[in-house]
């Protein structure tokens, strides 16, 4: 079994989750993620999501957009509209999610594109307690070594 290169944390009380990524992020990774996330007990399809790419080295190809929104077309329903934010610090990464972006609307959600975690708190209009909550859990999760 390979090593897992993300964390997950899920606020039940605030109703948020939050994800950071390490290393070199490829398709598969994404999908054992889908798989992880929605196993989880806590897991709420109407939770809002952050997602932090900032330690990765890389975020899979184009190619591999398709491929990977079937996979989560099938494995996720999302009843009403749903935040999605991406924290990114490639080119690459902000292509990349671009690409997902442009599907949003079919997927019942509403993403956007930051460098940064402050803007995309802001956006999510996340209480001051929810986003030190969620700025402690990205702190202290540990970097990919690789």
């Given at each position: 079994?390979t090593?897992?290169?993300?964390?997950?944390?899920?606020?039940?009380?605030?109703?948020?989750m939050?994800?950071?990524?390490?290393?070199?992020?490829?398709?598969?990774d994404?999908?054992?993620?889908?798989?992880?996330?929605?196993?989880?007990?806590?897991?709420?399809?109407?939770?809002?999501l952050?997602?932090?790419?900032?330690?990765?080295?890389?975020?899979?190809?184009?190619?591999?957009?398709?491929?990977?929104?079937?996979?989560?077309?099938?494995?996720?329903?999302i009843?009403?509209?749903?935040?999605?934010?991406?924290?990114?610090?490639?080119?690459?990464?902000?292509?990349?999610?671009?690409?997902?972006?442009?599907?949003?609307?079919?997927?019942?959600?509403?993403?956007?594109?930051?460098?940064?975690?402050?803007?995309?708190?802001?956006?999510?209009?996340?209480?001051?307690?929810?986003?030190?909550?969620?700025?402690?859990?990205?702190?202290?999760?540990?970097?990919?070594?690789?």
């Amino acid at each position: 079994m390979t090593e897992e290169k993300f964390s997950i944390k899920i606020f039940r009380e605030s109703g948020y989750m939050a994800a950071k990524f390490y290393g070199k992020v490829v398709l598969s990774d994404m999908l054992h993620f889908t798989q992880t996330i929605i196993s989880m007990p806590d897991y709420s399809p109407g939770y809002p999501l952050i997602f932090d790419f900032r330690d990765c080295k890389a975020i899979g190809y184009r190619i591999d957009v398709p491929e990977f929104l079937k996979y989560y077309q099938s494995k996720v329903t999302i009843p009403e509209k749903k935040k999605y934010g991406f924290i990114y610090s490639t080119l690459n990464q902000k292509f990349i999610f671009s690409i997902l972006k442009l599907s949003a609307p079919k997927l019942n959600l509403e993403i956007e594109l930051f460098d940064g975690l402050k803007s995309c708190l802001d956006w999510m209009d996340s209480d001051p307690q929810v986003a030190s909550e969620i700025e402690i859990f990205f702190k202290s999760v540990r970097m990919y070594e690789s």
